[in-house]
């Protein structure tokens, strides 16, 4: 696996409402909230259904695809992510319709282009997690 | 929401106060705070004693010291009937002056002081908790400059965004702050729209000169009720007419348009409650985190169409000798961002030109100001909250 950040990066802490999220992560698995009650997922984690106001939610596996909503090159990197040079961060919408943060794996500024087929992957940051990011779906790039 | 509790100007602003604009200037919020105080007090002779209610803003300086409001009181010698910390980021400062107003018009107090006041250059205090730490800090993204690099291209994908329209903006509110001998002094130098278009990229397409630069300082006003302020023969009163705000705009979408703000709703409830078209407006005071926010507003209030504001940048003069003059003190952008208390800057502006004291910017129609707030980065969307006020002589 390619190391993308540093330990000086902000890692991820899990919280009881998250460690889910985490656990399935580790088997790289991306899960995400379902509502039962509207039929619908939402993102990013909460306590409560915000179309009910339930507490009624489910973890369920999706595929991981999705598409590019929209994209930007970092030039001035975050903390951890000195090493990469200019890299891009994208807002990724799931074919489950939530939308994601994401870095960007392996997809250059000449080919990165909003729309394009995005599927999920994973980089190994420490025992107990495994951080998503976004590559391109589509051969070639 | 249309019911309008400030129409009958029975509510009035009788002084301003600021300080110049420093980078890393080792002051506290505290000791920012009191210089504004001094000058509010000395410009509308009050003493702190006279003051019955305090608002301010949260600060990234002192944030960490849950108690910021009282210790701020207890430095300036004030003892408030009704005290208020506001933490809706850049809406705090306008969004406390109708905070203020209906604490007064209740009779919970009498008269206001408000105070923004921040130094995040010298001092840091935030961490953030919930989804920020957890999935938005760890996938790299560059903090706010990443969310507008965001934004931005999605307005792109969805309109035509002229950059030099970006960069007129950017050269006006330099004009306007190398006038303003408050505004950051290293700042106060001229700059062409290719100085823009050739400023580094920082989250692109988000370039430097798109940004705010964090600097010390802090500002405010002493708001009171109309009959209290003809009681202190205040001889200059503006009047809030008109106030909209909203937080979490589009909340039921998981996948919402985000080119479509809160200003949407805000823009035109805030127009229409002040019984005004964008048409009526002297001057345009918008929050400037970044100049493409500014554009948004423009389209989203409805000063133009969606998808037309580099045009209506273009088409017109923005300067303080123009049409619709834009941000005159130079705005956050020009003239420095203090912290939390940036929302105070342009609300401080509009005020000054008001009162017909902005000297060589100074703005020949003042009958009003429009002058806005943007507060708090959320989670892949545009920003958390929008609000508008409106201010008549």
């Given at each position: 696996m390619n190391q993308i950040r540093h330990k000086s990066a902000i890692f991820p802490k899990p919280s009881i409402l998250t460690q889910p999220f985490w656990n399935a992560a580790k088997e790289k698995k991306l899960v995400i909230q379902y509502d039962p009650d509207t039929d619908s997922y939402q993102w990013w984690p909460k306590s409560i259904s915000i179309k009910t106001g339930k507490m009624n939610l489910q973890w369920r596996e999706v595929s991981g695809f999705g598409t590019l909503y929209s994209y930007t090159v970092t030039h001035v990197p975050a903390h951890g992510f000195e090493d990469k040079g200019q890299y891009l961060i994208g807002l990724v919408e799931l074919d489950v319709g939530v939308r994601i943060l994401s870095f960007l794996s392996g997809i250059s500024q000449e080919n990165v282009k909003i729309g394009m087929h995005l599927r999920v992957t994973w980089e190994q940051l420490n025992d107990e997690i495994n951080m998503f990011m976004f590559e391109s779906r589509d051969t070639g790039i | 929401m249309n019911q309008n509790f400030l129409k009958s100007k029975d509510i009035a602003i009788i002084a301003y106060g600021e300080t110049k604009l420093e980078r890393r200037s080792g002051k506290s919020p505290y000791e920012l705070a009191?210089?504004?105080?001094?000058?509010?007090?000395?410009?509308?002779?009050?003493?702190?004693?006279?003051?019955?209610?305090?608002?301010?803003?949260?600060?990234?300086?002192?944030?960490?010291?849950?108690?910021?409001?009282?210790?701020?009181?207890?430095?300036?010698?004030?003892?408030p009937r009704w005290l208020q910390t506001t933490d809706i980021g850049g809406c705090s400062p306008i969004g406390n002056v109708a905070r203020a107003s209906a604490a007064i018009m209740a009779g919970m107090c009498e008269v206001v002081m408000l105070i923004n006041s921040d130094s995040p250059s010298t001092k840091l205090g935030q961490s953030y908790g919930g989804f920020r730490s957890e999935f938005l800090e760890p996938t790299g993204i560059q903090g706010p400059p990443g969310a507008f690099g965001l934004l931005m291209n999605r307005y792109i994908e969805k309109y035509d965004l002229k950059f030099e329209a970006l960069g007129k903006l950017a050269v006006a509110q330099r004009e306007g702050a190398i006038l303003n001998p408050n505004a950051y002094e290293k700042n106060r130098f001229s700059i062409s729209i290719e100085d823009y278009l050739n400023s580094r990229m920082v989250s692109s397409p988000l370039r430097l000169l798109d940004s705010v630069m964090f600097c010390d300082g802090a500002n405010g006003l002493i708001i009171t009720s109309t009959s209290k302020a003809r009681k202190l023969k205040s001889k200059k009163m503006v009047y809030p007419v008109s106030y909209s705000e909203i937080t979490n705009f589009n909340s039921m979408s998981m996948t919402p348009d985000i080119v479509e703000t809160g200003f949407s709703v805000v823009g035109p409830e805030a127009l229409e409650k002040a019984s005004m078209s964008t048409s009526d407006i002297c001057m345009f005071h918008p929050y400037d985190d970044f100049?493409?926010?500014?554009?948004?507003?423009?389209?989203?209030?409805?000063?133009?169409?969606?998808?037309?504001?580099?045009?209506?940048?273009?088409?017109?003069?923005?300067?303080?000798?123009?049409?619709?003059?834009?941000?005159?003190?130079?705005?956050?952008?020009?003239?420095?961002?203090?912290?939390?208390?940036?929302?105070?800057?342009?609300?401080?502006?509009?005020?000054?030109?008001?009162?017909?004291?902005?000297?060589?910017?100074?703005?020949?129609?003042?009958?009003?100001?429009?002058?806005?707030?943007?507060?708090?980065?959320?989670?892949?969307?545009?920003?958390?909250?929008?609000?508008?006020?409106?201010?008549?002589?």
């Amino acid at each position: 696996m390619n190391q993308i950040r540093h330990k000086s990066a902000i890692f991820p802490k899990p919280s009881i409402l998250t460690q889910p999220f985490w656990n399935a992560a580790k088997e790289k698995k991306l899960v995400i909230q379902y509502d039962p009650d509207t039929d619908s997922y939402q993102w990013w984690p909460k306590s409560i259904s915000i179309k009910t106001g339930k507490m009624n939610l489910q973890w369920r596996e999706v595929s991981g695809f999705g598409t590019l909503y929209s994209y930007t090159v970092t030039h001035v990197p975050a903390h951890g992510f000195e090493d990469k040079g200019q890299y891009l961060i994208g807002l990724v919408e799931l074919d489950v319709g939530v939308r994601i943060l994401s870095f960007l794996s392996g997809i250059s500024q000449e080919n990165v282009k909003i729309g394009m087929h995005l599927r999920v992957t994973w980089e190994q940051l420490n025992d107990e997690i495994n951080m998503f990011m976004f590559e391109s779906r589509d051969t070639g790039i | 929401m249309n019911q309008n509790f400030l129409k009958s100007k029975d509510i009035a602003i009788i002084a301003y106060g600021e300080t110049k604009l420093e980078r890393r200037s080792g002051k506290s919020p505290y000791e920012l705070a009191a210089q504004v105080a001094s000058e509010l007090l000395s410009k509308t002779n009050l003493r702190p004693q006279d003051i019955d209610g305090f608002a301010t803003n949260n600060t990234l300086s002192d944030c960490s010291n849950p108690f910021y409001s009282n210790f701020c009181v207890e430095s300036l010698g004030i003892t408030p009937r009704w005290l208020q910390t506001t933490d809706i980021g850049g809406c705090s400062p306008i969004g406390n002056v109708a905070r203020a107003s209906a604490a007064i018009m209740a009779g919970m107090c009498e008269v206001v002081m408000l105070i923004n006041s921040d130094s995040p250059s010298t001092k840091l205090g935030q961490s953030y908790g919930g989804f920020r730490s957890e999935f938005l800090e760890p996938t790299g993204i560059q903090g706010p400059p990443g969310a507008f690099g965001l934004l931005m291209n999605r307005y792109i994908e969805k309109y035509d965004l002229k950059f030099e329209a970006l960069g007129k903006l950017a050269v006006a509110q330099r004009e306007g702050a190398i006038l303003n001998p408050n505004a950051y002094e290293k700042n106060r130098f001229s700059i062409s729209i290719e100085d823009y278009l050739n400023s580094r990229m920082v989250s692109s397409p988000l370039r430097l000169l798109d940004s705010v630069m964090f600097c010390d300082g802090a500002n405010g006003l002493i708001i009171t009720s109309t009959s209290k302020a003809r009681k202190l023969k205040s001889k200059k009163m503006v009047y809030p007419v008109s106030y909209s705000e909203i937080t979490n705009f589009n909340s039921m979408s998981m996948t919402p348009d985000i080119v479509e703000t809160g200003f949407s709703v805000v823009g035109p409830e805030a127009l229409e409650k002040a019984s005004m078209s964008t048409s009526d407006i002297c001057m345009f005071h918008p929050y400037d985190d970044f100049l493409i926010a500014e554009m948004l507003q423009l389209e989203q209030i409805g000063f133009c169409r969606p998808g037309e504001g580099s045009d209506f940048l273009l088409d017109r003069d923005i300067s303080y000798r123009g049409g619709l003059p834009i941000n005159t003190g130079g705005g956050q952008i020009s003239a420095g961002q203090p912290g939390l208390a940036g929302g105070g800057l342009n609300l401080v502006e509009g005020v000054r030109q008001m009162f017909g004291e902005a000297g060589q910017r100074q703005v020949k129609k003042t009958d009003n100001a429009m002058v806005t707030g943007i507060g708090v980065i959320p989670y892949g969307r545009n920003w958390g909250s929008s609000s508008v006020l409106i201010i008549e002589s």
